[in-house]
T-cell receptor, first 113, second 112 residues
Framework: EADIYQTPRYLVIGTGKKITLECSQT?????MYWYQQDPGMELHLIHY???????EKGDLSSESTVSRIRTEHFPLTLESARPSHTSQYLC????????????FGDGTRLSIL | GESVGLHLPTLSVQEGDNSIINCAYS??????FIWYKQESGKGPQFIID?????DKRQGQRVTVLLNKTVKHLSLQIAATQPGDSAVYFC???????????FGGGTRVLVKP
């Protein structure tokens, strides 16, 4: 069982607020990822990191930003939330070797009013 | 398969029967493939993976088949149980670095 945790699980908040979604893993994985998933749809990669101080944008453009100051922690921030940001955000991690499975948290369901 | 909005392709299967879920992948250079199971309100859960140098891999009650000629991946679940009801996603690793591309999901409904 993977040990990757996301908080909060649910967040309903007004437009214009600054939001930080937390993601932590206790497996010592070098690689971490953020995905966006709308209900019933596939996952889209929005950010990834291959290690401390390394962050890259994913395949789907996102107004969010990420940071990786510690191996175990990969927070995602929205400076000014908008209704179009309403979605589920999933965090994942994997070991540093190639061709390793990604292990997912249970996600944050974000609703912007 | 591809999902169409909220109308996921759905596979209804009788409890105890075998299930086969299919996935067409896009990149002939992909070298690693994973099947995930996602239950309502949870993140995707790893089921089984396969590398491109193999065409079959078996786990507990699950088998993944890879046909590189037609870029097709399938997941077989033996003796399907109610706990197998979920959405199943395939994912391919298109390049070095463990970046996965996910296909649209398939919903499996197990009838008692």
């Amino acid at each position: 069982e993977a040990d990757i945790y996301q908080t909060p699980r649910y967040l309903v908040i007004g437009t214009g607020k600054k939001i930080t979604l937390e993601c932590s893993q206790t497996m010592g994985h070098d690689k971490m990822y953020w995905y966006q998933q709308d209900p019933g749809m596939e996952l889209h990669l929005i950010h990834y990191s291959y290690g401390v101080n390394s962050t890259e944008k994913g395949d789907l453009s996102s107004e969010s930003t990420v940071s990786r100051i510690r191996t175990e922690h990969f927070p995602l921030t929205l400076e000014s939330a908008r209704p179009s940001h309403t979605s589920q955000y999933l965090c994942a991690s994997s070991a540093g070797f190639s061709n390793q499975p990604q292990h997912f948290g249970d996600g944050t369901r974000l609703s912007i009013l | 398969g591809e999902s169409v909005g909220l109308h996921l392709p759905t596979l209804s299967v009788q409890e105890g029967d075998n299930s086969i879920i299919n996935c067409a992948y896009s990149n002939s250079a992909s070298d690693y493939f994973i099947w995930y199971k996602q239950e309502s309100g949870k993140g995707p859960q790893f089921i089984i993976d396969i590398r491109s140098n193999m065409d079959k891999r078996q786990g507990q009650r699950v088998t993944v088949l890879l046909n590189k000629t037609v870029k097709h991946l399938s997941l077989q679940i033996a003796a399907t149980q109610p706990g197998d009801s979920a959405v199943y996603f395939c994912a391919e690793n298109q390049a070095a670095g463990n970046k996965l591309t996910f296909g649209g999901g398939t919903r499996v409904l197990v009838k008692p």
